[in-house]
């Protein structure tokens, strides 16, 4: 693929006195009914220059998050500010962001050309000045040639980029992005999420992504939030956020991880210890170390889990292991995903490089012992409770 | 759709001839009453056609006491496009009130429709008492006119209820976000992609006036409107000449559809021209 978003130089990006595209929300609240409420008491910082996804599963309220940024609606209760400075009163177009719609929202009766000169136009510039303005943004997105037609008549792609083209034409700090990826198929997906990254990494500009999709943002986040039902479950680095999950709920959300849960046992001075409800041992590291007897949910990556045979009668099933039977055995390229029944609610699922299961191969209705590492195991900042794994997604590619 | 053997179900014969039959009873009582507007002199009210000759359309134009054909639609034509006028005016600013729910939306909405379901003549009844009561004049003008508007107005209140869902509000979003104001977002993005929608309210506030019979029958007042004139010369005159004004008549519509529709079209050919 020869062709990028942007074939500009970096020189031509931005002046070197930019406004800080930095995002505060301090106890943002938004309720359209009362007694519920879309988003509680958000708090949140999005860096200036940060590439910032909002994750979570639809109904979360990220789209809310973003559409409260732009100013389309506004908080009940709490404070935005961007770049210092409260934007809350201030209409969309004084924010100084720039917003893309899952839909696009191009002006369906103007050319590619009157859409990405819209702003101009309102601006007041000159007809002559605003095209020429319109056309040099066009033919950074590679569309110059296009500009005289009309939005139905372009591919998704291209007019996801006259859309882009439309909103970096306002020179926002702040670029909004709500599902941009959504409406494109999965080959087109995967270039335009390069294109995204490179994008922002040239412009230097804060973007905010809203998405349902892990991998998305997972491969374009510097920030990732993880939200559900309102509430910010976890904030950090992608890295952070895909192999230390804060909570049971990131754990599943993201994928890649089994969650156990046990109580602590009452040990003197070996390491502490979990025990299950179905009265498996797993180690837990040194520190810090929970009280004895409180319930505790930890969370062991997929690939970190090891299987081999195991004979059901009569060994009893050492510290840092489960027993349980083959369920599925799923090829995925360069490993095998193994789903173990083990007897919980949740299947446990192991990640098997293709050269272990050549040496070991399993197949459905085999008895495996999983086991795994004391230092591979994370400790979960709240217990699983059961409830917070219902938006159960695979993370696989 | 294409079945294997190639064969379709009977239920295709029994809509094809259910369609057909729409068809005979739309077009075939136009085409005839178009082909009987050319009888000859000597011609009869039925076919055959006899020397075919333009003689009906010429009494038309040149009273012979057939009727004030000329006076009516003199009348018609004005009433008709002030009811289009003010049925869009009213119909798109209501259709935008109603895309906000506000309290008692839907009892006036409702208040609204029922006037489609009250019978014409009931009404126009109804409304010549009130006027009598009142002590004013029924008039084509101000009587007429407003049985009329009880008439279009729901009718293009309902259209722009379509029209205006089907607009999806990231659009104006979109203008607001690109620096458009309220009245910007509504005059450079909002009214043109709800132009067509708009205009197929004017042709329906139009058609519907223009050949309103029931509505029209007790409120016009002293002067007859076209439909009146023309069921007056029903019950005095017998001759083709009712036909070449039927062709007229009807003529005249399809040519105001075409305008409309050819000023859709003309307006995005333009749009897309305008570099």
Known sequence: MTETLLTATRTAARPAARASGEIRLIDVTKSFSPGSYAVREINLTIPDGCYCCLLGPSGCGKTTILRMIAGHETPTAGEISIGGHSVLGLPPGRRGTAMMFQSYALFPHLSVLDNVAFYLKMRGIRRDERRRQARAMLERVQLDHLRDRMPAQLSGGQQQRVALARSLITNPRVLLLDEPLSALDEFLRLRMRGELKSLQTELGITFVHVTHTQPEAIALADLVVVMETGQIEQAASAAAIFDRPATPYVARFMGGQNVLTGRVMQLADARPRLESSEGWIFELPAAPAPPAGATVSVAIRRDRVALSRHDSRGNSVPPNAIAGSVEATEYQGSYFKVTLNVGMKHAFVANVSDTAFAAEPVAAGDVVLASWRAEHVHVLSRPDLGDAGVPYLDTTE | MALASGRRPWTFYALSAFFALFVLFLYGPMISLLILSFQGPSGALDFPLRHPSFIWFRAIVHPTGNGDIIGAFSRSLPLALIVMMLTMLISVTAGFAFRRRFHGSALLFYLTIASLIAPGLVLSIGILVMFR?????????????????????????????????????????????????????????????????????????FTLSYDEFPRTWLTAGTKNTLPLEIWTMLTNVTSPVLYALGTVTTGFSFFLIAVALGSIVLIRRRRSARR
Do not use: K, N, Q
Not at chain 2, 160 to 178: I, K, N, Q, T
């Open chain 2, 133 to 205: 009561f009142l002590g004013l004049p029924a008039t084509w003008y101000g009587s007429a006119l407003g049985a009329h508007l009880s008439w279009t107005l729901p009718f293009g209140l309902l259209i722009m209820f379509s029209v205006l869902g089907r607009l999806d509000p990231s659009y104006e979003e979109a203008a607001h976000d690109l620096g458009a104001g309220r009245w910007r977002t509504v005059r450079d993005v909002v009214l043109p992609i709800v132009l067509p929608g708009i205009i197929a309210v004017a042709l329906f506030g």
